[in-house]
């Protein structure tokens, strides 16, 4: 459940920004002014509103640390404020003069990059306050800018809706049409995602348009594999423009605001829509999460910014499924453990398992060494229980649908590669299984690789991986890695 904390009246116009620090809430807006409040009570700061700005301002965001502010405006200034009592550090001119539309701070605070109206993106140098690299694109203004979350590179969206990704050389690596009419909003989860193969991280950027879409893309870049970008998926839930999107501290949250002046909480792994937020009267133009407190900000041209709290029972939802089980499993009892395994048809390997204590925190933390070596369960049960219990891990992440015919399709793979990992040649291989378990295997197999989980069977032991590709080859079937 979400509930409506507060609603801040200050401003005297639109509101078209809101950042959360540790201990603050900066809100900007239409009348000129930066405000500044505690989180403690939402009481305004002595030295706020802030005022220099001689035109609207555009954008407002913490440095990492908290100590700075920065805000954008359409006098062509970006300008740094001391968040502990509100006086101006640097006042920053953008090349040409042009209204600047955007502000973000890198995650080490050494450059703050700014995009103007005329499609120049500048990055600054924090404790000189000099311009340090300067780039533009193509076409359209700079309405949107993020940081990866190591710094390695940043992300501007155009009016003309062009994503372009740039290194922190103002190198431009890639750009392309994202949202037809122009991006409005992009924002980086701090989390990484793994691939679960190469050990590689991935970070997830959305961004939303125009079109009324919100778009999850996948974003890496190394020097080895050099710089990729994947999109996902897309959110349609909105019948108008969406203006604003952030991702949650947790990165288990997505917010977006629209034209429509609904909110709109979505889980990040489910892609399901947690909460529809309908209090503002007017366009949502801005939402922020708070980085250490279930805090949401939404900020609307009805003059208003609202103060959302999540419960813990709504934050759970967002969890990934994966946590929620390991959770879950951490607080099996060993009799929990022994169900479990006979659930698995793993009957014979109670005893050992008793004998040994395994409780759930024990079960999560057994690795291929512990249970071949502390205890001494060969090969074949080795290969069974190892892939079996990864599978269980992660098939709650499907519906319950799709969960059965895994379920089913699996337990027919497994049984058989636990057969197979016994037998030492192709020969022996051809010759020992029977018919039917044959037939179930390749019917099976087929199905697995359809539904994308045939990476799964990557652990197994290298007798078993050698037999099995055989008989692929022999079938003639090719596959490739399918990326969850």
Known sequence: MVKLMHTLTDHGDDVNCCAFSSSLLAT?????????????????????PLKFHTYAVHCC???????????????????LWSTQNGQTLAVMEQPGGSPVRVCRFSPDSTCLASGAADGTVVLWNVQSYKLYRCGS????????????????????????????VWDDKMRCLHSEKAHDLGITCCDFSSQPVSDGEQGHEFFRLASCGQDCQVKIWVVSFSHVLGFELKHKSTLSGHSAPVLSCAFSHDGQMLVSGSVDKSVMIYDTNTQNVLHTLTQHTRYVTTCAFAPS???????????TVNIWQFDLETHCQARSIEDQLKHFTEDWSEEDVSMWLCAQGLKDLVGIFKMNNIDGKELLSLTKESLAD???????????????????LTLYKWNHTTRGLLCLASWHVFRFIHIVSCVST?????????????????????????????????????????????FCVS?????????N
Not at 155 to 164: M, P
Not at 454 to 463: D, E, G, Q, S
Not at 475 to 483: A, R
Request: glycine share 6%; with cysteine.
């Open 28 to 48: 900007c807006s239409l009348d000129k002014t930066i405000r500044l409040y505690s989180l403690s009570d939402f009481t305004e700061l002595p030295h706020s």
């Open 374 to 392: 502390e205890l001494k369960i060969g090969p074949g049960s080795l290969i069974f229980l190892c892939i079996w219990f990864c599978l269980f």
């Open 475 to 483: 079938i003639n079937v090719h596959f490739s890695w399918v990326d």
């Open 61 to 79: 965001c913490f440095s990492p640390s908290g100590h700075i502010l920065a805000s954008c405006s359409t006098d062509g200034t970006t300008v």
């Open 137 to 164: 694109v193509k076409d359209g203004s700079l309405m949107a800018c993020a940081f990866s979350p190591n710094g390695n590179l940043f992300v501007t969206g155009s009016s003309c809706g062009d994503l372009t």
């Open 426 to 470: 192709p020969f022996l291989f051809m010759t020992t299984i029977p018919l039917y378990e044959f037939i179930t295997f390749c019917i099976s197999i087929l199905q697995l690789m359809k539904l994308g989980l045939f990476h799964l069977l990557a652990i197994m032991n290298n007798v078993a991986m050698n037999n099995l590709l055989s």
């Open 293 to 303: 407190t279930l805090l949401l900000a939404t900020g609307s041209m009805d003059k």
